[in-house]
Every structure is written in C-alpha cells, then in structure tokens.
C-alpha cells in the first residue's frame, strides 16, 4: 500500500496581553484574552455601555417630546431655547433634520416638528404620518 504523510503545521506562539486584565500570556497571534472568563467580561462589559449608551438618548428624546408635547398643549408655537432648557429640553437630540422651506433647519422628535433658530423654537407642530 501507498503511505500517507500527515503534516502538520506547527503555530508559533506569541506573547499578548489581555484585553480585560492585562495580564501577558503566550497562544495564537489573534489570541485576545488569557481566558475565557476575561474575554466573557470584555465583551459583557462593551455590551452594557452600549445599552446604557442607548438609554441615555431614548432618555433625551423622551424628555425632548415631554416637553414639546406639553408646548402644544398649552396652545404654544415656540419658546426660547433658555426657558427650554430649564425644563429639560436638549436641543443636540433629534429624531430627524432637514433644512426646511426659507431655509430654516427643521428638526423632529418623533411626530412633533419645529425649526430652530440661534435662540427659539418655533412653528412647533404635530405632523401625522400616512403609511403608505
């Protein structure tokens, strides 16, 4: 019979230091962490900031409609951005920009439109969508 030779391919290990605990360790080239619990935590912990990093601006937003809401309630069009601001109102969170007609910027939370000037806000409006 024929003989079969098995190659095998011999990896030389290099020295890396672990991403969570920075502890230097020797394995493959694109090896990461010294075990598997770091790498657990790593990847837990990136994932926890990115879902307190989303909170944090559904937060925003939802203070931002509270506020917009309670503008329309009360009959109001506009307000200064200073008045805004103490009750909460973070004009850097939006849900939509564009520039509008007479070249204002029209900004969106959620359905609640308005344009933005240096100072206020005004022509605060309820837009309803209309699916298509």
């Known amino acids: 019979g024929k003989k079969t030779i098995m190659s095998y391919h011999l990896h030389k290990e290099e020295e890396g230091t ?4 920075g502890t230097a360790f020797l394995g493959r080239r694109d090896k990461q962490f010294c075990s598997l619990s770091c790498k657990n935590r790593y990847h837990n912990r990136v994932l926890m900031n990115k879902r307190q990093q989303r909170a944090k ?3 925003a937003l939802t203070g931002n409609y509270t506020v917009l809401e309670a503008l329309l309630n009360e009959g109001k069009t506009g307000a ?3 008045e805004l601001s103490e009750l909460g109102f973070d004009p ?3 849900t939509e920009h ?3 007609r007479f070249r204002h910027d029209e900004y969106a939370c959620f359905d609640i439109w308005y344009y933005r ?3 206020k806000i005004f022509n605060v409006r309820r837009k309803t969508f209309v699916p298509r």
Request: glycine content about 10%.
């Open 18 to 21: 672990c991403l969570e605990c």
């Open 57 to 59: 601006i559904m937060a």
């Open 80 to 82: 200064g951005l200073d």
């Open 92 to 94: 850097c969170y939006v």
């Open 98 to 100: 564009r520039r509008g």
């Open 117 to 119: 000037s240096d100072t």
